[in-house]
């Protein structure tokens, strides 16, 4: 015993579930495991035993020592996640028991969120059974990396080996359906005592080890994600006026002093001036889940939410993603609602923009997509009203997850698990014609980016003739060019002595002019550079198909709504009093019709501001949207 | 995905112990607190689980100040040495301090010989509490409790919503997934927030060690006189001490702290925090076996609970 005081600093912190059904046998196993480690108190057991004489047979529940709420203890179910603690020499233990009926997949979800390993419990006398299978689903889906099955009640067969094999092979078949590939087997009789802690007499045949034995030596230190660095904001720590410190917890990766790090959005870059903890300990270097603070050594503008991170590592910056999503609330998934997104510590708006499929979690096969219930997995997509730092769950499961909030009742309604959806699949999952292949470049755009320092988009800014939008373009490409970002601006005129001398003006010719130039810029964004181009564009399909080209997230529309009557008033190439003359056709304007945009990001008019000024409020658009890097405009 | 490999870890991994990674969870905790509420307060009980709070606070907000007050909700039946804490302890930490004492019920001599505990419990605790609440606006109340001291507990959220009226619905908990805390709430509701949820007494103890955070005297082994009722010993040099009975002088410890009437001492000699932690290493019976309010009847603190009580 005294080796648990010495050794209290070499202990290490192992978290699990367990989910069962209400019959087979779970709280009698954890009960066990609590009782047979020497986890429970004499008056925790004192307590058991005279509820046990209330409710039971009268022998000694182990099912009661998990049994936390009165109501449950009445009704002879576990109706929460009920958290427990125990610790043996080696490890301590944080278990996070859930109920296994079919209305608390939300607990089992929680449960299984930050679990190293989950344990699932199979009846021997009923092998693998419909709800086996969503337990190891759902813990697939939260990414537990590992996957103990206890083969329990083996008392009840006779400890047959035969009947052991037999379960391990069913379960096996299934499991290759899952994400988790470490799966361990145990049989054990809860009940008896049999292999959960001490081993067990009666299966001589089992070489393995106990449940307790696992729990003890499974090695989880490579679990968490030690590569990318991710510094989420939580609160910017201010003291005497002008110190500022980035308090927050390291989500992954380890940072040191003096290394080069990136501010999103604001794409700044700075360096680890410090790494900051109590009392006045300077760190040299810290690592995830530490909890610290950081301090920069330039002024840069950064509050909660922000993320600090390395320089070439950067995650997805991204309004929108695909996600699965396992809905929690009563009230079921209203595909009109606005509801609010919790993502590290950043929140803002989010729509559920499509409903891909719903997961049957008893079959595990897809079905068509219809707006979740309570207890639903399903695949969406959605979008949100600013971007969010994404990263992959099966990446980081710390930077992957997020939840939605009802924005009425500011209940927790769903968790969402972020799939490695990159924004180029949307336009690339359309059918490709022929044999095409689209050839991924093996320099990835975020480390183009990340050198460059910003993200590239393009401006696109679209307008009547003579609005000012050419004179704009050109401008913003100078200040951007100044400010060190990578960018260029597509002329269309010079397009049209190129590319595309063979279109004419036609409204299908204008559409291919505009086609082109959309997948220039894209070629362009792909390549890092930013693009500031001018087209009329009149029409919202052709700006729409742009969009889709070169992608939703980085496509920036900017409308320049100068006044007809001031347009034709500049005229300087004299085209509207050729067109009113009848001499050009087709001109927009005057013969042909310009679609306003409906939402712009920024709506600008060079009969109010000078050209300078209308840049200045694009650029600041464009700082809002993370694309540019801030102070831009000095 | 080739950009992590230019900056891979050369560091190797960081090995944490339990108590690195506890501390780390509970300080993201409280600064999700500052971030996330208007009038946030930590409820100080002056035992060691608030002492360990404090220290937490500390560093959540290190180098700056801990931002938000703390409410002591007195019921007047403390232990002196707990008062001399408070007051020693907070003010040379800087914190501000307020207490709040149900006057109405202390003036009409509310007491648990004549009350009851469970009645004493309600007026002079959990009826104080409220008040306390209401009358600071508080949103947000960090709590030092934690999920291993009662199985009431153990199914406690660390975001833990009450309703217009302090109550807690046991059935009707807000989903707590990763380390994402809901913290929104309307007007006049409110969120009780624990931030050592996962910790244990064991764990306590050995971060009080670690970080050399300071406690109540009465936590170390003294001579001490008290009155013999079963398995408790009940401390009678208090001032305002009614138990009747024959004294004996016992070599004694308290476990945990609470009001003097309630809380019994158990037989120890452990005067250093070395000896406590070996004590608790072969301890058999649970922190809160020597409150005599929590086994009134099975399942009391969970009505409690529901009712406002911490």
């Known amino acids: 015993m005294h080796d648990l005081t010495s050794r209290q600093d070499e202990q290490t912190l192992l978290r699990f579930s367990t989910a069962g059904s209400v019959d087979d046998g779970k709280s009698t196993l954890v009960g066990r495991l609590l009782y047979d480690s020497k986890n429970l108190f004499d008056d925790h057991v004192d307590a058991i035993e005279r509820a046990s004489k209330k409710t039971g047979d009268g022998s000694f529940s182990l099912a009661l020592v998990t049994d936390g709420l009165r109501a449950e203890r009445e009704q002879g179910i576990t109706i929460d996640v009920a958290y427990r603690y125990f610790s043996t020499p080696r490890r301590r233990f944080i278990l996070a028991d859930t109920p296994g009926h079919e209305q608390y997949t939300r ?13 699932i419990l199979v009846d021997a006398e009923k092998g693998v059974v419909v709800q086996t299978k969503r337990h190891s689903f759902i813990s697939s889906l939260l990414g537990v990396p590992r996957i103990l099955v206890a083969v329990n009640k083996m008392d009840l067969v006779g400890y047959s080996e035969e009947v052991f094999d037999r379960i391990r092979k069913e379960y096996l078949d299934f499991a290759t359906r899952l994400a988790v590939r470490d799966i361990r087997f145990v049989p054990v009789s809860a009940l008896k005592g049999d292999n959960v802690v001490e081993r067990s007499g009666e299966m001589t045949w089992y070489h393995g080890e106990t449940v307790l034995e696992y729990l003890e ?13 991710r510094f989420p904001i939580q609160l910017v720590i201010r003291k005497d006026g002008t110190y500022r410190g980035y308090a927050g917890q390291i989500s992954s990766g380890s940072i040191r002093v003096g290394e080069e790090v990136l501010v999103l959005p604001s794409m700044r870059r700075s360096t680890i001036r410090s790494i900051e903890q109590y009392p006045g300990g300077a760190l040299a270097q810290a690592s995830a889940p530490q909890s610290v603070v950081l301090t920069l050594s330039d002024e840069i503008d950064i509050s909660r939410g922000d993320m600090i991170v390395r320089v070439n590592n950067v995650p997805h910056i991204q309004s929108h993603c695909e996600a699965m999503m396992v809905w929690m609330n009563e009230a079921g998934m209203d595909p009109q609602k606005q509801y609010l997104v919790l993502h590290t510590a950043r929140s803002c708006k989010a729509r559920i923009e499509t409903l891909r499929y719903r997961v049957d979690v008893n079959t595990l096969s897809r079905e068509e997509a219809k707006p979740l219930q309570l207890n639903e997995i399903g695949r969406v997509a959605l979008t949100f009203s600013k971007p969010l730092f994404l990263d992959s769950y099966q990446r980081n499961r710390n930077t992957g997850n997020f939840i939605l909030i009802d924005p009425d009742s500011y209940q927790t309604v769903a968790a969402g698990i972020v799939l490695d959806a990159l924004p180029e699949e949307l336009v690339l999952s359309k059918p490709q014609p022929g044999n095409l292949h689209h050839e991924r470049s093996t320099v990835p755009l975020v480390a183009r980016e990340a050198r460059n320092g910003h993200k590239a988009c393009t401006v696109w800014c679209t307008g009547l003739p003579s609005s000012g939008k050419s004179t704009i373009a050109r401008e913003l490409e100078r200040k951007l060019f100044e400010a060190g970002l990578q960018v260029y601006h597509l002329d269309g005129d010079n397009l049209r002595m190129g590319l595309n001398t063979d279109l004419g003006f036609s409204s299908k010719d204008r559409s291919e002019n505009l086609r082109r130039a959309a997948h220039v810029a894209r ?112 | 995905m080739i950009a992590h490999m230019h900056a891979a870890g050369t560091h190797g991994p960081n090995q944490l112990t339990h108590l690195d990674i506890l501390e780390a969870e509970s300080i993201f905790i409280i600064r999700e607190v500052a971030a996330q509420f208007e009038h946030p307060v930590i409820l100080y009980s002056v035992g060691k689980d608030s002492s360990v709070l404090l220290r937490l606070a500390e560093k959540a907000f290190y180098p700056g100040k801990v931002p938000f007050p703390l409410i002591h909700v007195d019921t007047g039946y403390k232990f002196p040495e707990m008062y001399e804490f408070r007051d020693r302890y907070t003010k040379e930490l800087g914190l501000k301090l307020i207490v709040h004492r149900n006057e109405e019920a202390i003036k009409q001599g509310a007491n648990p010989y004549d009350l009851g505990t469970q009645r004493c419990c309600g007026l002079l605790k959990t009826q104080a509490l409220l008040q306390a609440l209401a009358a600071n606006q508080v949103d947000a109340a960090i709590g030092g409790a934690r999920r291993d001291e009662e199985r009431s507990r153990a199914k406690e959220r660390v975001f833990s919503f009450r309703n217009k009226f302090g109550e807690w619905d046991p059935k009707n908990q807000r989903p707590e997934l990763w380390s994402i805390y809901n913290g929104r709430i309307h007007q006049g509701e409110s969120i009780r927030v624990f931030p050592l949820s996962n910790w244990t007494e064991l764990d306590v103890w050995h971060y009080i060690k670690r970080e050399n955070i300071p406690i109540v005297p009465l936590y170390y082994a003294q001579e001490r006189r008290v009155i013999e009722r079963g398995e408790y010993l009940i401390p009678v040099d208090v001032a305002g001490a009614m138990a009747k009975g024959q004294a004996t002088t016992v070599l004694c410890r308290f476990r945990s702290l609470g009001c003097h009437h309630c809380t019994g001492a158990i037989r120890s000699s452990a005067k250093t925090i070395d000896d406590i932690i070996e004590e608790m290493t072969v301890v058999r019976t649970s922190e809160r076996a020597n409150r005599v309010i929590d086994h009134d009847s099975d399942g009391s603190m969970e009505t409690k609970k529901r009712e406002g009580y911490f």
């Open chain 1, 523 to 634: 070629l362009l964004n792909d390549a890092g550079v930013s693009v500031v181009c001018a087209f009329v564009s009149p029409y919202a399909k052709d700006r729409e198909a742009a969009r889709e080209i070169i992608g939703r997230d980085r496509f920036v529309e900017v409308h320049v709504a100068t006044p007809l009557s001031v347009c034709e008033e500049r005229d300087p190439h004299g085209l509207y009093r050729k067109a009113r003359a009848g001499e050009v056709k087709d001109f927009t304007g005057v013969s042909a019709p310009y679609e306003d945009p409906v939402q712009p990001h920024i709506k600008v008019s060079t009969s109010q501001h000078t050209a300078e000024e209308c840049v200045v409020l694009v650029i600041t658009e464009l700082e809002r949207l993370g694309f540019a890097k801030s102070a831009t405009r000095s």
């Open chain 1, 107 to 119: 607990n089992m979800a929680t449960g299984a969120s930050t679990a190293d390993v989950a344990v």
């Open chain 1, 217 to 229: 030596n499974v090695y989880i230190a490579s679990d968490r994600n030690q590569v990318d660095f």
